[in-house]
């Protein structure tokens, strides 16, 4: 069953959006060569205590950390560890969430440590961001999921691949409904497949957390012996990008978006529904 939130109880999930949106920020700040990704869990920590905010990643499902910290062939659940050291030219994908009275915010960003990338590099986290926000701007009372996924993989697959070739769109993981638990009913696919049908129809106060993962090869993945780490099945590197969203009755608001999404859902000629908190 998917969850349906009220105006009060998305206004409360934007309070925890924000506080991911802060560890976001702090995080990024810290992704600097030769910092560890402990360092950066140890960052994380701290804007959570700040806030007065719960980690919604620490002990889920065993998860020994407050973020993941997916480093370059990593797509996904990454563990925090003294011993990966950031290095210059590397990538890291940063996903993170924060409880607020039982509600949940959750979030991904692509940073690049350092300077030096490879234009392909660069293009690739453009994609898989401008991709998520493609997926965003499908929220819209009468569309279905099915049309968010699509709209996903319509912007990927029109994106020409430096090098040629096509990018992956990693198919074992995708986005997720979010509310009082942090994943919770629709699964939401990156890519279209005709056997699961249209999905549920979207209206206000359906929430999502749209989060594409995208590699410069392999959709194809496998999982390390930690029992969490997800690799590319071919070594390429990947890219994830993620925010929370509600539907309102005045249209989206990006939760886990300092602005609520506002600046990048007018380049799709969408109005962002009002911020409950200003």
């Known amino acids: 069953m998917v969850q349906i939130k009220t105006p009060e109880q998305i206004a409360k999930m934007r309070e925890a959006g924000l506080v991911v949106a802060a560890i976001h920020a702090a995080t990024r700040e810290a992704a600097v ?39 370059n062939e990593v797509v996904v659940h990454g563990i925090p560890s003294d011993d ?15 409880i607020i009275d039982g509600w949940h915010g959750d979030a991904a960003y692509t940073a690049f440590v350092g300077s030096g990338h490879a234009p392909e590099l660069i293009e690739l ?5 401008e991709s998520m926000w493609a997926g965003i701007a499908a929220m819209k ?10 709209a996903i993989e319509t912007y990927i697959r029109r994106q020409p691949k430096p090098g040629g070739g096509k990018y992956g769109i990693i198919e074992d993981y995708g986005g997720h409904g ?17 056997r699961r049908g249209k999905g549920p129809k979207l209206v206000p106060g359906f929430c999502l957390a749209i989060e594409p993962m995208v590699s410069l090869g392999t959709p194809k993945t496998e999982v390390l ?13 990947s890219s994830h990008w993620e925010h929370s969203v509600a539907l309102t009755e005045e249209g989206p608001l990006v939760l886990t978006a300092p602005d609520g999404g506002r600046a990048k859902l007018a380049e799709h000629g969408i109005t962002a529904a009002p911020d409950p908190l200003a």
């Open 84 to 98: 990966v050291v950031l290095k210059d030219g590397d990538i890291i994908s940063i996903d993170c969430g924060a």
């Open 225 to 237: 012996s930690d029992d969490w780490t997800v690799i590319t099945l071919d070594g390429t590197w």
């Open 141 to 150: 009372q009468g569309n279905r999921l099915v049309d968010v996924s699509r």
């Open 33 to 71: 060569p030769g910092a560890t990704t402990k360092d950066l869990d140890q960052v994380a920590r701290k804007v959570l205590a700040e806030h007065n905010a719960k980690p919604n990643f620490l002990g889920y499902g065993g998860f020994p950390a407050t973020i993941c910290t997916s480093v």
């Open 125 to 129: 986290s453009r994609v898989t961001e």
């Open 178 to 194: 979010i509310g009082t638990e942090m994943h919770m009913d629709p699964h939401l696919l990156n890519y279209v497949e005709k």
